[in-house]
């Protein structure tokens, strides 16, 4: 039996339908800033700038633990969305196109200068293994908390470089920005598959990293 084409339209439907309400009233939003943009209002570019500017930063330097690429990274990836915002069809919600031009400029910036990656505690979702981390935090005293959560940013930094690029990546896109699987896909090219499994990869190595900080 044939398949029928799918046309953009229905693409971008499919890609609404597991979008939330909060996710697709605010890309319907952009849609029409980007469009004022494509008309001739440049000025308009800065309202995007301003409302994404903080996110894309936050997401850059957790992958390059360095403020000033970060900040760099930051600009540049704005610059070449503004460079390419007639080539932007709606296609995807703009978020998603801006992340991936952040990512690719601090990927090619990651493998140009081979840098270390360094994950962050502090804003970790939480999961079985966090969980049960956090639990243990709790009972211990101030000083020792402090020493234990150290312990735990070295260990997790010294796991996570055990892991490529990719699925550093992932993680950083899932565990510190809050990202859904199709939206990460979408960013980084792959299937939702591919997703899952490199976050599952990831996970079980990062939860045999902190098998000694957990409690059974």
């Excluded at 953009?8 to 439907?13: C, D, G, T």
């Excluded at 800065?46 to 600009?75: C, F, G, P, W």
């Excluded at 400029?105 to 979702?125: E, M, P, Q, W, Y």
Aim: include cysteine; charged fraction near 25%.
């Amino acid at each position: 039996m044939a398949i029928p084409p799918v046309n953009a339209s229905s693409k971008l439907l499919a890609k609404t339908l597991v979008a939330s309400p909060e996710r697709q009233q605010e890309a319907g939003f952009d849609w029409m800033v980007v469009q004022r943009v494509q008309a001739g209002d440049v000025a308009a570019f800065d309202q995007l700038i301003l409302k994404y500017r903080e996110r894309v930063y936050a997401m850059v330097y957790n992958m390059t633990s360095n403020r000033e690429d970060a900040a760099d990274l930051t600009q540049d990836a704005f610059i070449k969305a503004f460079q390419s915002i007639n080539r932007f069809q709606g296609q995807s919600a703009f978020f998603t196109w801006l992340y991936r031009i952040a990512i690719n400029g601090a990927l090619t910036h990651i493998r140009r200068n081979k840098l270390r990656s360094f994950f962050s505690f502090d804003k970790v979702h939480e999961d079985a293994t966090v969980s049960a981390v956090l639990n243990q935090l709790t009972d211990k005293k101030d000083v020792d908390r402090e020493v234990f959560v150290n312990e735990l940013q070295e260990k997790l930094n010294e796991a996570l470089q055990k892991l490529s690029i990719p699925h550093r990546t992932v993680v950083t896109l899932f565990e510190i920005d809050g990202l859904s699987h199709e939206e990460i896909a979408e960013i980084m090219n792959c299937s939702v598959g591919t997703v899952r499994s490199r976050l599952h990869y990831a996970k079980q190595l990062l939860q045999a990293e902190l098998q000694s900080y957990v409690r059974s």
